[in-house]
């Protein structure tokens, strides 16, 4: 071959090798979707336009939020799993719930929650609060568990969707306490918190954010907090462990994740980027005005280790409780 020939085709292999590497330190040279796999208004929707705004200015390109909800979740979940790899299609998570449907679910979805998506960056948690109707002869949590208990199928209690955590929480104080309740489903908070209100049904484990003005107005009674440790937002009301209990702790956590395959330069950016703004002062009082409290950020191992904790917890309830997805 001659020498000149030689020496174009080597140039031409070795700008061809940097050429991934060029593209990829042009990451992101547009616009990036992140998709919130729930109905605008609700708790995802909110923490999720708050981590696109930011990470808009950090990224330096537009971070879009697109809301495709449907089947609890899972419609924008699989979206985002079958999404090209390349850092461009993120999924706004509420990693608890997607837990939850992963094992109520399970062999039915078509995509595998920890093998098709990869934890970026935990973002926070928000908190549950036991309430009930005013009605209900009970003022703390251990003359709830008395009440009902002392009155078979007398109480009724409200749930937001099958793999919610409202539910989740509500079916582990009915197997842990042996209550006979009856359980209301409901499609969503809105209309759970407005029976519950008007006194259709009598209790109801709920978001904070979601109860709280109602509990303020006097229309509900907060009897217990689902955290380890009492809230800043509800500093009077105690936990549910105060009241006795061993180890009850159900809060839903919200992460950002990626599609499996996507380059571990782009995660660590993104993981980087997301972690910053958890640490910064102006958005940990944004999130908590909506009810979101921020969590130290985390690297992605870390990340997928408390998916896989998730997963782990919420099989093990589910299984406990016999709550089934069509209920």
Same mark, same amino acid.
């Given at each position: 071959m001659p020498q000149i020939l030689r020496r174009g085709l080597c140039a031409a292999l070795a700008t061809a090798a940097l050429l991934p590497a060029a593209a990829l330190a042009a990451w992101p040279d547009h616009a990036v979707k992140l998709v919130v796999p729930y109905p605008p208004g609700g708790a995802t929707d909110v923490i999720g336009r708050i981590v696109a705004q930011r990470l808009s200015t950090?990224?330096?390109?537009? +971070?879009? $939020?697109?809301?495709?909800?449907g089947a609890g979740g899972n419609i924008g979940a699989d979206? $985002?799993?079958?999404a090209k790899p390349d850092g461009y299609t993120l999924l706004m998570a509420a990693m608890t719930s997607h837990s939850t449907m992963a094992r109520l679910e399970r062999g039915k979805l078509a995509y595998d929650l920890q093998k098709d998506l990869v934890p970026v960056q935990v $973002?926070?948690?928000?908190?549950? $609060?036991? +309430? +009930?109707?005013?009605?209900v002869p009970a003022t703390s949590f251990q003359q709830l568990v008395s009440f009902a208990k002392g009155n078979p199928k007398k109480l009724t209690y409200a749930s937001s969707g099958a793999g919610a955590p409202q539910r989740m929480a509500v079916e582990m104080f009915r197997v842990q306490s042996g209550a006979?309740?009856?359980? +209301?489903?409901?499609?969503?908070s809105g209309p759970a918190m407005n029976d519950?209100?008007?006194g259709q049904v009598l209790m109801a484990a709920e978001t904070v954010p979601a109860a709280l003005q109602q509990v303020k107005a006097g229309k509900l009674r907060a009897l217990a907090v689902t955290t380890p440790q009492r809230i800043s937002m509800l500093p009077d009301v105690p936990t549910v462990n105060e009241s006795g209990w061993k180890d009850f702790d159900v809060v839903s956590t919200f992460g950002v994740m990626a599609p499996a395959g996507t380059p571990p330069e782009v995660l660590a950016r993104l993981n980087a980027e997301i972690g910053k703004i958890m640490q910064d002062p102006a958005a940990r009082e944004q999130f908590l005005q909506q009810g979101v409290y921020t969590l130290p950020p985390q690297s992605p191992a870390e990340a997928a280790g408390r998916l896989k904790a998730e997963v782990a917890k919420w099989s093990k309830v589910i299984d406990e409780t016999g709550v089934k997805a069509d209920e």
């Open positions: 950090a990224l330096g390109q537009q +971070v879009v $939020v697109d809301n495709r909800g979206l $985002v799993a079958k $973002v926070g948690y928000v908190p549950l $609060v036991f +309430v +009930v109707h005013p009605s006979d309740m009856i359980h +209301v489903p409901y499609k969503g519950l209100i008007g």
